[in-house]
C-alpha cells in the first residue's frame, strides 16, 4: 500500500515530497531490518485504517497507470498460476486484477488493515466457488504454508522477503511493482530487491519501467 497524497493533491501528480520520505524510510526499514516491524506495525495499521473509505480516490485505483507496471509484469512470467497471493492488498485492485488475467487462478489477497480488507471484500460481490478471498493478515507472518502459491504481487507495498520466499513454490514468481517508480512511498530499488531475493534461492527474471511505473519479476529457483 502506497502512502497517499495529501487531499488537495492530485492521484496523477503522485504524493508532495514528505510522503515520499517517509514511506521510502519505512519501506528501507522492512526492507533492511524487518526485525523492527512490530514497532511500526500498529501505527502503520491505525494509519490505514483511518483512510481506508476514500483510498481508492485519493491514489486514483484502478486506473490504467495505477495498475500498468502489474499489468506488463504478469506478461513475463512463464507460467498460468494456479493459485496467487497479493501481499498488502489494500481494497483489492492489484489482486482483482490478477484474478482478471488469470480465470482460473485462485486468488488471495491479505492487508494489515481491517478496513481496507472491509473494503476489499465489497468488491467481490458474488462468488459462489470462492476464487478470491480477502483477509486480515501480517504480511511478516503469513497465514499459509510453505510453498502455498506460484505466484505473489506486491504492489506498492515493501517487501518482506522471507515471507515471499517461504509460500512461494520452486519455480513459482513474485512481483514487486510501483505505481509511481521511485516516486512511490513504497518504492524498493531494483539492487536491493535483487540482493534480498537472492538471499532467499530467487533469481531475477526482468525489471522495467512503463510510464511512470516500474517492476520487478523474480523467480523462485534457478
Known amino acids: 500500500m502506497a502512502l497517499p497524497p495529501e487531499s488537495d493533491?492530485?492521484?496523477?501528480?503522485?504524493?508532495p515530497t514528505r510522503v515520499r520520505l517517509i514511506g521510502r524510510a519505512l519501506n528501507a526499514t522492512v526492507a533492511h531490518a524487518p526485525w523492527l516491524w512490530p514497532v511500526l506495525k500498529r501505527p502503520m495499521?491505525?494509519?490505514?485504517?483511518?483512510?481506508?473509505?476514500?483510498?481508492?480516490?485519493?491514489?486514483?485505483?484502478?486506473?490504467?497507470?495505477?495498475l500498468a507496471p502489474l499489468a506488463v509484469a504478469v506478461t513475463k512470467?512463464?507460467?498460468?498460476?494456479?493459485?496467487?497471493?497479493?501481499i498488502g492488498t489494500g481494497t483489492g485492485v492489484a489482486a482483482l486484477f490478477v484474478a482478471r488475467e488469470f480465470p482460473y487462478?485462485?486468488?488471495r489477497g491479505v492487508d494489515v488493515s481491517e478496513e481496507m480488507i472491509r473494503q476489499a471484500k465489497a468488491k467481490v460481490g458474488l462468488d459462489p466457488e470462492g476464487r478470491v478471498a480477502f483477509q486480515v493478515a501480517d504480511s511478516s507472518s503469513l497465514p499459509y504454508g510453505d510453498g502455498d502459491f506460484d505466484l505473489v504481487t506486491l504492489l506498492n507495498m515493501p517487501p518482506f522477503f522471507s515471507e515471499i520466499a517461504r509460500v512461494l513454490r520452486h519455480g513459482g514468481h513474485a512481483i514487486v511493482a510501483a505505481s509511481s517508480g521511485a516516486?512511490?512511498?513504497f518504492y524498493t530499488p531494483d539492487a536491493v530487491l535483487e540482493r534480498g531475493f537472492k538471499r532467499h534461492g530467487m533469481t531475477t527474471v526482468k525489471a522495467g519501467v512503463i510510464g511512470r511505473g516500474s517492476y520487478f519479476v523474480a523467480r523462485k529457483g534457478d
Open 77 to 86: 512470467i512463464d507460467r498460468r498460476p494456479e493459485r496467487a497471493l497479493d
Open 105 to 107: 487462478a485462485s486468488v
Open 45 to 66: 495499521t491505525t494509519y490505514f485504517d483511518d483512510l481506508a473509505n476514500t483510498w481508492d480516490e485519493r491514489t486514483g485505483a484502478p486506473g490504467v497507470d495505477h
Open 9 to 15: 493533491a492530485r492521484p496523477e501528480a503522485g504524493p
Open 183 to 185: 516516486g512511490t512511498p
